[in-house]
């Protein structure tokens, strides 16, 4: 499909505010036109003078209709920019919140597979960029279009020679942009990629320094840092030499319209073809064209960055959606079964995480996902909780294929916690009551009790008050994954789903995290994604998986006595265990 203009999409984001901007631009044609009504004065005063002698009440009348036009036009000019300034931000407000909706319905895997700082720039960088074009080149290129225009049309009114001296200098500066943008587009793009390069080292230095430091990395990262930055100056510097060198010359060159109005008109008028008040005319006019020429290049060099943010903020504007039928359905229980289920991250032929997958998770019972890392664990539960679509088979909850089911239906039935626990910057009963808004604060103590959570909290500065800005730094992993447990105890979820819960829990944290899941799951439907097995070994079903297949299900002691792969799993684990218990009894 062919890619639309950015002047298109610019326009259709324009069409939110169309009324707004189309006074703008009234208001700046209009303040434009008031711009050359002094000049028409002055042109009236000078030919009293030449003609006459003038009484002064004539010349105070047109000094007045100078001045009147004068106040007129920047009264117009930011009346017009007002309203532009307040349809470019009332368009970025919309623009932004359709793109946090977008993310939303767009498949969360899509979503978690972007970087934050790539994220970021879209959504902050890139959306305020497009307030150039709409908030200054709609409103303020048309005017500055239609000044030079009008005065050319007024100098062929008087004589068309000096129309055309006055654009003598306009040939010159066309093959100067000519040779610009021969390399200009190249130059450009190289100055992009490097550009996310080095946001990209950025932010992983930024959020990586606490690892540089405990492995004494300190020196290699900030090499990296350093080329990537370094690298950065290079390719600005060329893109910026490339630019300069034109710009300069066109900001020498394109002012001098005396080059050419001067010499003509003193021709003209030396052979009696032009009055002295015209010639005047003629050259007050060819320097009043000067400054909205000016701005208009500067708006031209302006245009390459625009049509990247555009592009960016236009692509993600278009991310593809999970479909969502929006009708809720009716489950009659909540049993998952995998029928025949085939997924790839490429969907260009890429090689397979699961293949040909059948499985049935029972209601109210502990099933768990083990196996060798790769082996497609965290991508079934995802896929359960539906980041993304099943390329082949389906998934179904009670009987009922999950794409059947609206998105916020699902988001209800299932709850999901993974080993990355964020919490926001609010207070950390706010952060429970995340599992439900309408929750009291008796329910949110309940729950936090229930997961283990309110001895820690009520030693925090302010307790359950303490904000998670300043708390978070201060809990250990266990102790996050405890409040984001918290959380879907108060969800009170049919449907949880555990990835790696106990990840960054000491031996103290772990055995919290088994009471708070006991909790958690009375009488519930429970999936778990483990490496630590002594966490799912009580489960009432454990599924082994490798290489996208199942490889055997079983109890903890049947699949001992009949899977070698899990008893590996399992004498690798115990094996750890001993190893981390003996070198805590023997450090000092």
Not at 103 to 117: D, W
Not at 302 to 321: F, G, S, W
Not at 353 to 361: D, E, F, G, K, T
Not at 380 to 386: F, T
């Amino acid at each position: 499909m062919k890619q639309k203009s950015w002047i298109s999409i610019v326009f259709s984001f324009a069409s939110q505010c169309r009324g707004k901007i189309a006074l703008s631009v009234l208001c700046a044609v209009i303040s434009v036109a008031a711009g050359l009504i002094p000049y028409w004065s002055v042109y009236q005063i000078i030919t009293f003078f030449i003609d006459s002698s003038p009484g002064m009440a004539e010349v105070w009348k047109w000094c007045g209709i100078g001045l009147g036009a004068y106040a007129v036009r920047f009264l117009l000019y930011g009346i017009s920019t007002s309203l532009s300034h307040i349809s470019a931000y009332t368009i970025l407000e919309n623009i932004r919140l359709t793109l946090a909706q977008r993310l939303m319905k767009a498949p969360l895997g899509t979503v978690i597979g972007e970087s934050v700082g790539k994220l970021k720039s879209i959504l902050v960088d890139r959306v305020e960029t497009i307030e150039l074009p709409l908030a200054h080149m709609i409103p303020e290129c048309i005017s500055n279009l239609l000044l030079p225009a009008a005065v050319f049309l007024y100098l062929v009114y008087i004589d068309w020679r000096m129309a055309l001296a006055m654009l003598a200098t306009l040939p010159f500066v066309l093959i100067a942009f000519a040779v610009m943008m021969k390399d200009f587009n190249q130059l450009y793009a190289d100055y992009m990629e490097s550009n996310n390069d080095v946001n990209g080292v950025i932010v992983e230095y930024v959020e990586g320094i606490e690892v540089i430091k405990a492995f004494n990395q300190s020196s290699s990262s900030y090499e990296k840092f350093a080329r990537a930055v370094e690298s950065f100056k290079g390719y600005t510097l060329k893109w910026y030499q490339n630019s300069w060198k034109v710009m300069n010359f066109v900001s020498a060159v394109l002012p001098s319209t005396f080059l050419g109005t001067l010499p003509i008109g003193m021709y003209l008028y030396w052979n009696g073809e032009l009055t002295p008040q015209d010639l005047a005319m003629c050259l007050i006019l060819s320097l009043g064209i000067v400054g909205p020429l000016m701005n208009f290049t500067t708006y031209i060099n302006e245009t390459k960055a625009i049509e990247y943010a555009v592009h960016d903020v236009e692509k993600l504007l278009h991310v593809e959606e999970l479909p969502d039928t929006g009708t809720p359905v009716k489950v009659r229980s909540m049993d998952i079964q995998l029928q025949d289920v085939s997924f790839s991250y490429d969907k260009e032929g890429g090689q397979q995480v699961l293949s040909h997958i059948n499985l049935n998770i029972p209601k109210g019972r502990f099933t768990a996902l083990v196996g060798p890392s790769g082996g497609g664990k965290s991508t079934i539960a995802r896929l359960i909780a539906r980041f993304w679509d099943v390329d082949n088979g389906k998934i179904t909850i009670g009987g009922v294929d999950i794409r059947d089911m609206p998105l916020s239906q699902l988001a209800d039935i299932v709850s999901f916690v993974t080993q990355d626990n964020f919490l926001f910057n609010c207070s950390m009963k706010e952060n429970i009551r995340l599992g439900n808004p309408n929750a009291s604060d008796e329910e949110v103590y309940a729950a936090a009790k229930a997961a283990c959570c309110d001895e820690f909290i009520q030693k925090l500065d302010d307790g359950y008050d303490t904000m998670a800005g300043d708390a978070g730094n201060r809990l250990s992993g266990g102790e996050k994954q405890r409040i984001s447990i918290a959380r879907l105890i108060l969800k009170n979820a049919p449907i949880v789903i555990l990835d790696e819960a106990t990840a960054f829990a000491d031996q103290e944290n772990e055995e919290k995290i088994h009471q708070s899941i006991a909790a958690l799951t009375r009488g519930k439907t429970l999936l778990v994604i483990a490496h630590r097995l002594s966490t799912i070994k009580n489960a009432d079903q454990i599924i082994v998986l490798q290489n996208g297949q199942v490889e055997n299900i079983g109890t903890h002691q049947q699949l001992l006595d009949s899977s070698f792969l899990y008893r590996n799993l399992w004498e690798a684990h115990i094996g750890a265990q001993k190893w981390s218990v003996g070198s805590g009894k023997g450090g000092n």
